[in-house]
């Protein structure tokens, strides 16, 4: 075993200076040309389509081989929401060759039933079986038909099955409900679904999650497990699993007695069987993001009050990561915190590192050695760079350029006006390195805006 995983390890180390050079670091560029022709979906436009352009990558990386890896992002971002569909890259050997694919049926240009595909995410059993969800519409508004569909490969990502139906809602009796921002996480046979579940017409939106015991077999009932008073609600779940124990990280709103304002915070909950039953949730720190934009005055859309990012590490610590100014005064940095007890307890936030520059949406991994790794964007007057923050401690922080600089205001816009490169990126461990994947811009390529890049260190 120890053998297998050099030889492993050894391969993963292969893939960094291979295909694309930036001016500091060397990555690779895992995306390719959409195989979605112009037109797919069939229906008349709705906002602009930018062609050939991926953003909010995903990663995983197998738990018993290091060297089997699968990304997941979306192609052919639309400035509404969306995009023509979803394409998967896994490799087998550390990511010197990928394989494409592009799961079935979670969008019409897929084979399926639905116009876009969006906020995909993907997870590795024990197994080796990979697991991959799709927020699936037949709307550009968060308002109609929709599903949260979850897709299951038992080729390690070469090929994908047909999807399962999680839930479906948006019409009819359920017109005033939509569910949001779906993960999954798959621990051995257990795979989890999770999402946000807004009632429209009153702001609620509580913990909504499935439950596959078998693997992706069969799946239990969509059902409440944790639930809040009108008005408040939480979004951007994650999972991970630690001492034994299923613990969920996530944005809680509420709303400001005497004003139209929300109060965020950062909090988490555990649950001790399985996803079955919840503790009240537990307060980790206040959001205090501000939010980036670029040098022009435009806005990134960065995912700051939406999206924090959760990893468990091998001495039974977890590591949650956010971004927030409270450190920084006028713009945001990346803010981390510690629980040591399953997240019934956290440490008090402290800074990744001390950089004067804005700083936006942080990715964690803990890798066999209980070493720390952040991935986020940084932004100043020299454009936009992707940087990684490691630390042994937790509170000493190491911070190297990976990739950059790149000029944000090439990405796709969306209908708000911002600059849009995804609202998370992925990050995990593979042994003792750390793999993560973003999106970056291409400058003067209006039909090819963005390309996802994968980088081990």
């Not at 999972?239 to 929300?262: C, M, N, R, W």
């Not at 720190?285 to 959760?310: M, S, Y």
């Not at 936006?360 to 986020?376: E, H, I, K, Q, W």
């Not at 964007?377 to 000493?396: H, I, K, V």
Request: charged residues 15%; hydrophobic residues 35%.
């Amino acid at each position: 075993m120890k053998k297998y995983l050099v030889t492993a390890m050894a391969g993963l180390l292969l893939l960094a200076p291979t295909a694309y050079a930036d001016a500091t670091s060397s990555v690779t560029k895992i995306s390719q040309a959409s195989p979605f022709p112009a037109g797919c979906d069939h229906k008349d436009p709705v906002g602009t389509n930018y062609p050939n352009a991926e953003v909010q990558p995903d990663i995983a990386v197998d738990p018993h081989n290091p060297a089997h890896m699968v990304s997941a992002f979306q192609t052919d971002r639309w400035s509404g929401v969306g995009g023509h569909g979803l394409i998967t890259a896994a490799t087998f050997d550390g990511g010197r060759t990928w394989t494409y694919a592009t799961p079935p049926a979670v969008s019409t240009c897929a084979g399926g039933g639905f116009d876009r595909a969006t906020d995909t995410q993907v997870s590795i059993g024990n197994n080796g079986q990979v697991f991959l969800t799709s927020l699936s519409m037949n709307t550009t508004t968060p308002h109609g038909d929709h599903a949260i569909l979850v897709v299951r490969s038992g080729d390690g990502g070469r090929s994908w099955g047909p999807p399962t139906t999680i839930t479906r809602e948006g019409t009819g009796d359920t017109d005033n409900i939509w569910n949001d921002l779906p993960t999954v996480y798959a621990n051995g046979k257990d795979v989890y679904v999770a999402w946000d579940r807004i009632d429209l017409n009153d702001g609620t939106a509580p913990i909504y999650l499935a439950h596959s015991g078998d693997g992706g077999t069969t799946w239990g009932e969509a059902r409440k497990v944790v639930g809040f008073d009108a008005t408040k609600g939480v979004s951007g779940i994650r999972l991970a699993a630690v001492q034994g124990k299923l613990v969920a990280f996530f944005a809680y709103y509420e709303p400001i007695p005497g004003t139209s304002d929300y109060a965020t915070s950062w909090r988490s909950a555990t649950s001790a069987d399985r996803g079955e039953t919840w503790s009240a949730p537990t307060v980790i720190a206040p959001a205090t993001a501000v939010g980036t934009k670029e040098p022009g005055g435009k806005n990134v859309r960065d995912g700051h009050a939406i999206f924090g990012q959760l990893a468990a590490g091998p001495n039974g610590e977890l590591r949650a990561v956010w971004q927030g100014s409270q450190f920084t005064g006028d713009h945001d940095g990346i803010v981390l915190a510690t629980s040591t007890d399953a997240g019934a307890t956290w440490s008090a936030p402290v800074p990744v590192g001390s950089s004067p520059a804005k700083q936006f949406m942080p990715a964690v991994a803990v890798n066999s050695d209980g070493v720390v790794g952040v991935t986020y964007y940084q932004l100043d007057s020299t454009g936009t760079t992707y940087w990684q923050a490691t630390s042994a401690t937790g509170t000493s922080w190491r911070a190297n350029k990976l990739a950059g600089p790149f000029d944000i205001t090439s990405a796709p816009v969306v209908t708000d006006g911002s600059y849009y490169v995804g609202d998370y990126h992925g990050m995990a461990a593979a042994g003792g390195c750390f793999v993560s994947v973003f999106a970056k811009t291409n400058s003067g390529q209006p039909d090819n805006r963005t390309d996802v890049f994968v980088t081990v260190s």
